[in-house]
């Protein structure tokens, strides 16, 4: 790693060192506060970062692996940051009788990346869901919390087009 990159690296951890600090120095050292904290940490960046994970462990005095079984429990929380179009297909009972399995399918095909993924280019990422609460509507898929009803793959596609042209 070149010096300039190292140093730029070294800034951005330093930045994020002060706004999980920010986050954290509100909450008591209680360990019933991480759910709250993860959130937190997950509204600001939109996934949790390693040196959060570290960070919060060291807080609370709890063990990282209890940490990371917490973040991979809830669906609410990533690991990974998602694209700017978070695009989420339900495959719950409703939609997936309906045809949202050929959605996704579709979705895959035209943005060339599996689910839990992110374009190469940080504009999409693609993951499921088990219900939106939209049944009624189903099939559906969102984008960034959005819901299309009575969703069809020529329906993704139209979508899609308006996006990529963003």
Do not use: H, W
């Amino acid at each position: 790693m070149s010096e300039e990159k190292k140093q730029n690296t070294s800034c951005m951890d330093k930045k994020l060192e002060k706004e999980l600090q920010a986050i954290l120095e509100p909450y008591t050292n209680s360990k019933d506060n991480l759910i709250p904290i993860l959130n937190e940490v997950q509204v600001k960046y939109g996934y949790i970062p390693p040196i959060a994970q570290s960070k919060i462990s060291e807080y609370l005095s709890i063990p990282m692996a209890e940490i990371y079984g917490v973040i991979t429990f809830y669906s609410r929380f990533t690991l990974k940051p998602k694209g700017k179009y978070a695009i989420s297909v339900c495959l719950g009972t409703a939609c997936f009788v309906k045809g949202s399995e050929k959605i996704m399918e579709r979705l895959k095909q035209r943005l060339q990346i599996k689910e839990g993924q992110t374009t190469a280019d940080g504009k999409f990422s693609i993951d499921s869901t088990r219900c939106v609460g939209a049944c009624g509507i189903a099939p559906v898929f969102t984008v960034n919390g959005e819901v299309y009803g009575k969703a069809t793959v020529k329906m993704l596609d139209e979508v899609l087009d308006k996006l990529m042209e963003r």
